[in-house]
């Protein structure tokens, strides 16, 4: 309770900073007295808020410690090499990780999100090689609104992975912002189906791509089913195929056995031969005959 009013978050704060103005508008050197003087003063402040502060800290620990020992209180202190820009509200803020929360402390209003109320986290938007994504903060009181952090730059998923991991906060990712709404409603009218039908894994983008890709297997298998048509293509080409070479093997047969009819050549040569034979002892009795007619003459 803050006077009368029931309060969650209260926020201790104190101005770093001096707001200055230069009166005489002109450019200074870096080796300019002045200057130097009013850098130093800045270091000497800067340190004595720490101090400050760091005695605020002990003094509520010892509060605490004294007359709430059971309540096992902290600090926690930011991680400023994990930190992001986001939009939370409506513009946007430099938002820094904790061991137990996400916060952002320089606007107003303030954020804070403890670890322990996150059930679930959807990354949003992540791929189409976008350079921001969203981040959707799921609650375990389902009767709370989904909180959003937009606009993150993507240099800063793997930072944001790796703290939701350190803290055991499931996440997933998806190419695409959700309508929170009607789901949260869906899962408080029936939460057992929802558990039934697989409670987040809704959310898992792997599977849906597994999924794609054995459905577009799948097609690509039926596309090669041949149809009717094709298979009374198939078997004609076939027949004619069959035909072609049966004709081929009878006109092989055919030449084979007109040269087992035929003569091999030396029967031929030997044909040849004698005929040639024949046709000189011929030549030699016709001439026999003038040489014996040209003697009757004489």
Not at 109 to 137: T, Y
Not at 278 to 293: I, M, Q, T
Request: aromatic residues 8%; proline residues 4%; negative net charge.
């Amino acid at each position: 309770m803050v006077g009368k009013k029931k309060t969650k978050d209260v926020q201790f704060y104190m101005e770093v900073m001096e707001a200055v103005q230069n009166l005489d508008g002109g450019r200074r050197n870096m080796y300019d007295p002045d200057e130097i003087e009013e850098e130093q003063r800045d270091r000497e402040r800067e340190k004595r808020i720490h101090k400050e502060f760091s005695g605020f800290c002990r003094k509520v620990q010892d509060i605490w410690e004294k007359d709430f020992p059971n309540l096992d209180l902290e600090f926690d202190s930011p991680y400023h090499d994990l930190a992001f820009d986001g939009v939370p509200f409506k513009s946007t803020v430099r938002i820094l990780p904790t061991a137990t929360c996400l916060v952002e402390l320089t606007e107003f209003p303030p954020l804070v999100v403890s670890a322990e109320d996150m059930e679930v986290i959807n990354l949003e938007r992540v791929g189409f090689h976008l350079k921001n994504f969203d981040m959707a903060i799921v609650f375990k009181d389902f009767t709370k609104d989904v909180h959003r952090i937009d606009q993150i730059p993507i240099q800063n998923l793997d930072n944001i992975k790796q703290w939701l991991a350190t803290l055991d906060i499931k996440y997933y990712e998806g190419k695409a912002n959700l309508n929170w709404k009607p789901l949260l409603k869906q899962i408080r009218e029936d939460p057992d189906e929802w558990l039934v039908s697989g409670g987040w894994e809704f959310l898992n983008n792997e599977i849906d791509d597994d999924e794609d890709e054995d459905g577009g297997g799948a097609e690509s298998e039926s596309d090669f089913e041949p149809s009717d048509s094709e298979d009374e293509s198939e078997s004609d080409e076939e027949s004619d195929t069959e035909s072609l070479v049966d004709s081929a093997d009878d006109d092989v047969s055919d030449d084979d056995d007109d040269e087992d009819d035929g003569m091999d050549w030396d029967e031929l040569e030997e044909e040849a031969m004698a005929a040639d034979e024949e046709a000189s002892e011929s030549d030699g009795k016709k001439r026999k005959r003038r040489a014996e007619v040209k003697k009757r003459r004489m």
